[in-house]
């Protein structure tokens, strides 16, 4: 494990939680999971080799996690991205675990992906690629085995490509991807979910903090990266009457101080399909010259905003610091939830903790949302979608949407429910730590599962 960083935080906010808890002690069963759930029950490495536009091969490593099925077929994406190693795909099927727990859907947890770069590949290209990858991965998923869906670097052309691949090699048209076309078993409010749901994790959060007296109404929203769901988050944010005040990609951030408009997150998401970067977005899109945005080389937006009420991190991990979080609990955030899986650092967090257990009253704390919890809408509408492939049938945009609503809000009463329940902090006066009530009801979840399957003895 310790050449493993990644994976281990995430193990490490798991056992924390449930130590620090009473958990073990009412219920000592449970500290024999431990061990077990922190292995992955299968992990798949693969070669995958294709052709390039000039007609050369090239080579990368190709992986999947299958981490934990006492819950469910294995479900998590798959990522494309030149940082992919086993390190980071550990984490993210260890997290997707315990995240696919909270929705009450019948789902376990992997993960898997490919260690390589996209940015000025060709259509063709990319469609090889993806045919490379399924013909050794198709060998270990199916839709009661192991049902990938889509991540950084794969998103609705390459799931294409992939479930084309797929049904080629198997000879089965079967809901073995999610994040389909919607005509090709796709559901309506999957692109949208991630985003969607943090939004209405969060609003949870500012009801129960404010006894439902406040909204995102009239509130300044930080928000970090500016693919699919920080696109999302926004626009949300934007049409519950918040403003959002900054997005960020892997060069720099904007900032806006009156707020980032509809029609510029509409040109963010157009052009970034084409991989292009914020600041070429700025200089380029005529949308940007009518409102003053601010572009910030190099830099992510957590020191660069003022006054603002709620920061949804939704780029990638460990993106808030120690510093970072301080500069947002001295900006006035009141409310922070992650889009991106670890988005903030140990360090971080527990400047968010101390702001919330510290503070006299409610209204004086920092909340923090945790990812698995707060970002587990897309997972969410996947499970949707599989169950709409399994029936053979397509729910309407409103019934999706209402599903997901539904699962976000009762994630996060039952994280309420756990920390309540098991917290070791006896001041009333505080909010209850969201971080050690989804760790800690997820856990029980999937460790009920594994006892009664014989997992666990």
């Known amino acids: 494990m310790v050449s493993e960083p990644e994976f281990q935080q995430a193990y490490y906010e798991i056992v924390s939680s449930v130590k620090d808890s009473t958990l073990f002690e009412k219920f000592p069963q449970y500290e024999k999971v431990l061990p077990v759930v922190s292995v992955p029950e299968r992990i798949i490495q693969f070669r995958v080799t294709w052709e390039n536009d000039k007609g050369e091969q090239e080579v990368a490593q190709g992986y999947r996690v299958q981490f934990n099925s006492a819950k469910g077929p294995y479900k998590g994406g798959l990522r494309f991205h030149p940082s992919v190693n086993l390190s980071i795909l550990k984490f993210l099927g260890f997290e997707q675990i315990f995240k696919n727990a909270l929705t009450g859907l019948d789902m376990g947890g992997g993960k898997g992906g490919l260690c390589v770069d996209l940015k000025g590949k060709s259509d063709n290209e990319i469609r090889r690629i993806c045919y490379a990858f399924m013909?050794?991965?198709?060998?270990?998923?199916?839709?009661?085995?192991?049902?990938?869906?889509?991540?950084?670097?794969?998103?609705?052309?390459?799931?294409?490509?992939?479930?084309?691949?797929?049904?080629?090699?198997?000879?089965s048209w079967e809901g073995v991807l999610t994040g389909k076309g919607l005509n090709w078993g796709g559901s309506?409010?999957?692109?949208?979910?991630?985003?969607?749901?943090?939004?209405?994790?969060?609003?949870?959060?500012?009801?129960?903090?404010?006894?439902?007296k406040e909204s995102f109404e009239g509130k300044r929203v930080t928000i970090s990266g500016s693919g699919n769901v920080a696109q999302y988050a926004a626009l949300k944010v934007i049409e519950l009457g918040g403003v959002v005040v900054s997005l960020s990609d892997s060069q720099g951030c904007i900032v806006s101080e009156t707020g980032i408009t509809l029609e510029q997150i509409n040109d963010i998401a157009a052009a970034k399909i084409h991989f292009k970067s914020l600041k070429e977005i700025v200089g380029e899109y005529a949308t940007f010259g009518e409102n003053k945005v601010k572009y910030i080389a190099g830099?992510?937006?957590?020191?660069?905003?003022?006054?603002?009420?709620?920061?949804?991190?939704?780029?990638?991990?460990?993106?808030?610091?120690?510093d970072e979080?301080?500069?947002?609990?001295?900006?006035?955030?009141?409310?922070?939830?992650?889009?991106?899986?670890?988005?903030?650092?140990?360090?971080?967090?527990?400047?968010?903790?101390?702001?919330?257990?510290?503070?006299?009253?409610a209204g004086d704390a920092v909340w923090f949302g945790p990812p698995k919890a707060a970002n587990l809408g897309?997972?969410?509408?996947?499970?949707?979608?599989?169950?709409?492939?399994?029936?053979?049938?397509?729910?309407?945009?409103?019934?999706?949407d209402q599903e997901l609503k539904k699962i976000?809000?009762?994630?996060?009463?039952?994280?309420?429910?756990?920390?309540?329940?098991?917290?070791?902090?006896?001041?009333?006066?505080?909010?209850?730590?969201?971080?050690?009530?989804?760790?800690?009801?997820?856990?029980?979840?999937?460790?009920?599962?594994?006892?009664?399957?014989?997992?666990?003895?």
């Open 135 to 171: 013909r050794e991965l198709s060998k270990h998923i199916g839709k009661d085995t192991d049902v990938p869906a889509g991540d950084i670097g794969v998103g609705g052309r390459e799931i294409g490509y992939l479930f084309g691949a797929y049904r080629s090699y198997k000879n």
């Open 188 to 212: 309506l409010i999957r692109p949208e979910a991630t985003g969607y749901g943090l939004v209405y994790y969060t609003q949870a959060m500012i009801d129960y903090a404010t006894n439902g």
């Open 299 to 322: 830099a992510r937006p957590w020191t660069h905003v003022s006054d603002v009420d709620i920061a949804l991190p939704c780029a990638t991990q460990n993106e808030v610091s120690g």
């Open 325 to 361: 979080a301080k500069s947002l609990v001295a900006s006035g955030v009141k409310f922070v939830a992650e889009g991106a899986n670890m988005g903030s650092t140990p360090e971080a967090i527990s400047v968010f903790e101390t702001a919330r257990s510290t503070a006299a009253t």
């Open 378 to 400: 897309g997972v969410a509408v996947s499970g949707l979608e599989m169950a709409q492939n399994s029936q053979k049938v397509t729910w309407t945009s409103e019934r999706v």
């Open 408 to 457: 976000m809000i009762n994630c996060f009463n039952d994280c309420i429910q756990a920390a309540q329940e098991y917290a070791t902090e006896k001041n009333t006066k505080i909010l209850p730590s969201l971080v050690k009530g989804a760790n800690i009801a997820s856990f029980v979840m999937v460790a009920d599962a594994m006892l009664d399957q014989g997992d666990v003895f």
